[in-house]
Every structure is written in C-alpha cells, then in structure tokens.
C-alpha cells in the first residue's frame, strides 16, 4: 500500500476529529446500525471523507440496502479508496479505506444479489462521511 496524501499523528487527528469519529476512522469501529445520519439519505451532492476531505461516493450511486449502513455501488473515482483484505471476526471481509489519508470507511462486499451495475455493496459508516450538496 502507498503512503497516504494526508499524514498525520495520531495526536492530530484527535484534535481534527471528535472520539467517534476518531474510533472509527482511525481505529476501524463501525458505528452501530441505523444510527448514521446518512443511513437513509437521498439527498443529491457527493459524499466527502470526513477525516481529509477527499470525494470518495456520489449520491447517484447510492442505493437503499436496508443493512443499516450507507451503501454504495461504487466509488465516485477507482481510485478514491483502497481495498485490502480484513480477517478480523473470525471472517474474510475486504475493507475499505480512503486513498488519500487511509481513513478506515467500512467494507464492501460483492454478490449479494441487489440489482447494482455492479453486484457490489460499499457498505460505509456515515460517521466517515460528509456530504456536500450541489452549489
């Protein structure tokens, strides 16, 4: 994996970011589901990485999957996020991060029958995200 665009010490992202948002982007938590103020949102604009402000997903390509999480069926950039295997829980998953200051976003996961053009689902904690309506 390449060195992040935006390196900083873990003193200042506690200081850019709250103990949540912190937990989860910087330590990989996952908020609890259908907490997340995106969850269900339809609103257009794109969705920023709340850590470093990098463009990571668009509304066009968000798409209601009722798992409790924001979801995605692909990045607004191929290369917006990084994926790399995760074996934590006793499961194979593959995680999610920001290219730019891989922040941990959640994970995607692929074939599970939602009608996407791409048969993916990036499911995404809204604690690492922002969202910035069109202007």
């Not at 692909?74 to 922040?103: F, N």
């Amino acid at each position: 994996m390449t060195s992040p665009k935006v390196a900083l010490t873990d003193d200042e992202w506690r200081r850019k970011l709250t103990a949540e948002e912190f937990a989860v982007l910087r330590r990989g938590g996952t908020e609890p589901p259908n907490t997340g103020e995106y969850t269900d949102t339809t609103t257009e604009g794109v969705y920023e990485c709340r850590a470093c402000g990098a463009e990571l997903f668009r509304s066009t390509e968000k798409f209601p999957s009722h798992c409790g999480w924001p979801s995605f069926f692909d990045p607004a950039d191929s290369d917006a996020v990084i994926l790399r295997p995760d074996d934590s829980l006793g499961m194979r998953r593959t995680e999610v991060l920001c290219a730019a200051c891989h922040s941990h976003l959640g994970h995607v996961f692929t074939g599970e029958g939602y009608p996407t053009p791409t048969d993916q689902r990036y499911c995404i904690n809204s604690i690492c995200l922002r969202l910035v309506p069109p202007s």
